[in-house]
T-cell receptor
Framework: AQRVTQPEKLLSVFKGAPVELKCNYS??????LFWYVQYSRQRLQLLLRHISRESIKGFTADLNKGETSFHLKKPFAQEEDSAMYYC??????????FGAGTRLAVHP | DSGVTQTPKHLITATGQRVTLRCSPRSGDLSVYWYQQSLDQGLQFLIQ???????AKGNILERFSAQQFPDLHSELNLSSLELGDSALYFC?????????????FGQGTRLTVV
């Protein structure tokens, strides 16, 4: 079965602290993985995708096929990073299967 | 602005009623997806269309249906509405139906069933 698991509903950190949002997936094949972000009252937008191996707004994510994980990391959190983060798996026909999401709250 | 337009933004209706949500994809995008976001279920994939044809189906109830028209806009029809159908309904579009293509999301339609 294709599944994305984000074990934390809420991650609360102080500004400047490192952040790691966890994502584990289940997929029989070569996965396409993404992180989407939803700022308050705004639409979902793509943050990054594993295939491009890029860093956006200081966030990076590495696909670990052995651990079936795609954790999102940032060394120093900023208040403007506070948002809802969704890990997603492209499960054929490009439909995106989302995890439940993790709310990141960055406190001053 | 992602270029994906959803109307209406808000909708309040009574149980048992029927509503239609509309989505206009980004210019040139042939693929449209519908998602339901509720507090307890998170983001659930409902259905996908590509160039007018249904491509993939997710957790879509039989009371729900969708279609994509020749001009590529899509409509999601929800009937016999129940309180539990209250949610944010997102539409997304992408250029192609497969592969590592970014999906662009609309701002959603917030449906409240009373």
């Amino acid at each position: 079965a294709q599944r994305v698991t984000q074990p934390e509903k809420l991650l609360s950190v102080f500004k400047g602290a490192p952040v790691e949002l966890k994502c584990n997936y289940s997929y029989s094949g070569s996965p396409e993985l993404f992180w989407y972000v939803q700022y308050s009252r705004q639409r979902l937008q793509l943050l990054l995708r594993h295939i491009s191996r890029e860093s956006i707004k200081g966030f990076t994510a590495d696909l670990n096929k052995g651990e079936t994980s795609f954790h999102l990391k940032k060394p120093f959190a900023q208040e403007e990073d506070s948002a809802m983060y969704y890990c997603a798996l492209s499960g054929g026909y490009n439909k995106l299967i989302f995890g439940a999401g993790t709310r990141l709250a960055v406190h001053p | 602005d992602s270029g994906v337009t959803q109307t209406p933004k808000h909708l309040i209706t009574a149980t048992g009623q029927r509503v239609t949500l509309r989505c206009s994809p980004r210019s040139g995008d042939l693929s449209v997806y519908w998602y339901q976001q509720s507090l307890d279920q998170g983001l659930q994939f409902l259905i996908q269309y590509y160039n007018g044809e249904e491509r993939a189906k997710g957790n879509i109830l039989e009371r729900f249906s969708a279609q994509q028209f020749p001009d590529l806009h899509s409509e999601l029809n929800l009937s016999s509405l129940e309180l539990g159908d209250s949610a944010l309904y997102f539409c997304a579009s992408s250029a192609t139906p497969t592969g590592n293509t970014e999906a662009f999301f609309g701002q959603g339609t917030r449906l409240t069933v009373v």
